[in-house]
C-alpha cells in the first residue's frame, strides 16, 4: 500500500507531484445534495497560495482548482468528486544538484533507500506543494460540518512567541504571517528578512481552534479524536510535534489544577477550564477543539550544507530555487483543512453509529 489516503466515511486521496502537470485530490464519501462549487473551494486555497509576500516562496502558482467529478448542476451527488490545480510555473532545472546528492533534512535520501528511485524536482511527492490538495479536501469537509468554525494561526515563529493578551481573531487575516498578535507580526518580519538574507530559515508553532463541535464526536481506545488529529496533523509537512490542549505543559501541572471543572450549566455542564483541549476519552467534551503543531525550519536553504552524493561520497549541497524562509506561514490553511477532515469525518461516524 503506498498511503496516499486519508479518512473512513469521509476519505480523500491526493495525486501529483511539485513539477508535473497537476495535482489533485479525490474525496469520497461526501454526502449528497450539499452545494458545492469551485467557489466554495477557492478562497481556501487563495489563503495557501504561494509567492503573496517576500515572505513566502516566489513560485507563482495562481492554484484554480477545478470539479472534474460528484457534481451535477451544483450538488454534491454522494459519488467521488475528483479536484484538480495545474502546475504553471515549475522551475526543474533548479534542482539539477539535488539529482545528484541528497538535501539534509528532506526526503531525498529517505525516498532514495525506499523506492530505489525518487523525482528531485521540487520533492515530487514529498513536496509541500502536495498542500494544497488537502486544501481543496478540506474546504469540501467543510460543507458536512457547516456549524463548526475551525480558525488557525501562527503563535510563534523563530523561538518568538504571541503575547496572548494582544491576542486579536480579526488581525489574523491583515498580515503576511496568519498573527493574531499586530505587534508581534512586526518583529516576526525583522527576524525572517534577517534569516532569508543569511541564506537561513526559521521554525514556526500553529495553533488550531474548532467551535461548535458537539460533545460526543470520536470514539474510544482505536478511534480517539484526538489522536486522528494528531495524525492528521502529523501528516503535514515538516511538522515535528502536535499537541492537543495544554500537551507537554500538562506533564506540569497537578491533579487539581489540570481538572476541567464542571458545573451545571442551561445546555449540559458549563466548563471552567479547557486544559483537555475540548476531549475526554478520546471524544469530544463540546468544548472548543485545540490542536498545537511544531514545524521545523525549512529544510531547502542558501546555506551550504554537509552531505553525501547518490554514490556515498561526501559532498556540500545548497538549495537553489524558490522556497518559503518559514514553511509554518503557509501551514495554517493545511493545518485547518486537516481538521475539518478529521472533524467532518467524525461527524459522519458518529450519525452512522448513533443515528444522531
Not at 182 to 209: F, M, N, Y
Request: with cysteine.
Amino acid at each position: 500500500m503506498s498511503h496516499n489516503s486519508f479518512g473512513h466515511l469521509l476519505r480523500f486521496t491526493t495525486w501529483g507531484e511539485s513539477h508535473g502537470p497537476a495535482i489533485g485530490a479525490v474525496v469520497d464519501g461526501c454526502p449528497p445534495g450539499l452545494s458545492l462549487s469551485e467557489a466554495d473551494i477557492q478562497p481556501w486555497l487563495d489563503k495557501r497560495r504561494p509567492g503573496q509576500s517576500k515572505y513566502t516562496t516566489q513560485r507563482q502558482e495562481p492554484d484554480q482548482v477545478r470539479i472534474l467529478s460528484g457534481v451535477h448542476e451544483g450538488q454534491t451527488t454522494g459519488t467521488p468528486i475528483s479536484l484538480m490545480i495545474e502546475n504553471v510555473d515549475q522551475r526543474s532545472k533548479d534542482y539539477s544538484d539535488v539529482a545528484r546528492a541528497y538535501r539534509p533534512g528532506h526526503a531525498d535520501y529517505a525516498y532514495d533507500a525506499k523506492y530505489g528511485l525518487r523525482d528531485p524536482r521540487g520533492g515530487g511527492r514529498s513536496s509541500a506543494r502536495e498542500t494544497a490538495s488537502r486544501v481543496a479536501a478540506g474546504a469540501v469537509a467543510r460543507l458536512v460540518i457547516p456549524q463548526v468554525r475551525i480558525r488557525a494561526c501562527l503563535v510563534e515563529l523563530g523561538g518568538i512567541a504571541v503575547d496572548r493578551s494582544r491576542f486579536d481573531d480579526a488581525e489574523i487575516d491583515r498580515n503576511p504571517f496568519f498573527c493574531p498578535d499586530a505587534q508581534t507580526a512586526e518583529r516576526w518580519a525583522e527576524t525572517l528578512d534577517a534569516a532569508r538574507k543569511a541564506g537561513s530559515s526559521l521554525g514556526a508553532i500553529v495553533e488550531c481552534t474548532a467551535s461548535g463541535v458537539p460533545a460526543g464526536w470520536g470514539s474510544p481506545l482505536y478511534m480517539k479524536l484526538d489522536s486522528q488529529l494528531a495524525s492528521a496533523c502529523m501528516g503535514i509537512n515538516a511538522v515535528k510535534g502536535v499537541e492537543i490542549g495544554d500537551g507537554f505543559a500538562a506533564a506540569r501541572l497537578t491533579g487539581e489544577t489540570n481538572a476541567d471543572r464542571m458545573r451545571p450549566g442551561a445546555d449540559g455542564p458549563q466548563f471552567l477550564s479547557n486544559h483537555s483541549g475540548g476531549t475526554a476519552g478520546g471524544i469530544s467534551t463540546g468544548q472548543p477543539i485545540v490542536v498545537r503543531m511544531a514545524l521545523k525550519p525549512t529544510s531547502s536553504i542558501l546555506t551550504p550544507v554537509e552531505t553525501i552524493d547518490r554514490a556515498g561520497e561526501a559532498t556540500e549541497i545548497l538549495t537553489k530555487g524558490r522556497h518559503d524562509p518559514c514553511v509554518g506561514i503557509r501551514a495554517a490553511p493545511v493545518m485547518e483543512a486537516m481538521v475539518a477532515l478529521v472533524l467532518a469525518d467524525a461527524a459522519l461516524m458518529h450519525r452512522g453509529q448513533t443515528g444522531r
